[in-house]
């Protein structure tokens, strides 16, 4: 007699930070689609809009962990600050190639036959949600993906209000206001936020509010602004994001720069949103070239997925995973990186150079730990 196949479903997350939504996404996809493990990939401590986390990746693995998922996996820094297009791709592939058999996440319109109807009408206003929700199905038909997508309704407030919650349930736009709001030598009240915020994460914020720990793109001012001094007269086309227009434009406005969200705004313009002056900008920061998102392309966006936390309880989930994934599972980084492909190890030095300026820039001690020596997050 054979054993039943385990049930896996993989959602795709940039937790900054996390939040009751977030874990109600959690509770309902191991509910719908009767899931024996819920494993996600996210972002690491740089993200899709173009910004730095608020806290670091393992925080935010550590907040999941403690909601119920049950395994942790980092995406590319260079797929995680990529636009929609690019993210949803390594996202979703990632996710099929561990051998996940259900993509789960939330829409406007909760109906997965609409979601595959959807199409982009030029000059319309669309939500991160739908915008992401039609690339994830794209990439599913694209690479004839064995992933099953399944979508639930959003609930609560807009994906962007800053300005509000809806009982329990707050943007993470919200919540990083409030977060940045609190900073202060002595912490601050965060108390406003716990409605809105699991108390398992609540111990989490309090420690980084405490400390003063938590992360905004101004704090990479000064790097950013000795990077494109010293790289004006090559000009910054070569980086991803940054066409040639886009790099007359920021070398014209240089010596009005004051600060990292400030420059974003003053090269803001009708043809160019602020979102991917912000990925420019972080590409710029990070060494992410064209050439990076090529050899991306060319490996059908996924060699390798590095393993960030489980909990200890379902720590089955990696054996099965392993046993089911197409690409390499980094448990231990100092040892694949050894030993891995070219193009894994210039990919890995990407996160590890990211991870590495994020730890000085976000410590209030600037001490810098290297990332071979992070263990996993085990809950």
Known sequence: MTSKKAIITGIVAEFNPFHNGHKYIIEKARKDTGADYVIVVMSGDFVQRGSAAIMDKHAR?????????????????????????????????????????????????????????????????????????????????????????YTTKRIGTDYNDSDSTSGEIASASYIRKQLLSEESEDGGDINQLSPVIPPDSMSIFATYVKTNNLVNDNLFSEILLYKLLSEEKQGFDKYFDVYPDLSSKIISNLYSYKSYNDFANTLKSKDITFSHLKRALCHILLNIVDNDIEMIKKNNFSTYARLLGFRKDNEGIIKILQMRSSIDIITKLSDYYKDCSAESRRLLAKDIFASHLYSHFSNKLREVSHEFTKPLVIV
Request: glycine content about 6%; some cysteine; aromatic content about 10%.
């Open 61 to 149: 693995t550590m907040s999941a962990l403690k909601s119920g998922v049950d395994a942790v996996f980092m995406l590319p820094v260079a797929i995680s600050t990529a636009s929609a297009q690019y993210f949803a791709r390594g996202s979703v592939k990632m996710l099929a190639d561990l051998g996940c058999d259900y993509l789960y996440f939330g829409s406007e319109d909760g109906d997965i036959q609409n979601i595959e109807k959807l199409q982009y009408i030029p000059g319309s206003v669309e939500t991160p949600n739908n915008i992401l929700a039609r690339e994830y199905m794209d990439a599913i038909r694209e690479y004839k993906l064995n992933i099953k997508a």
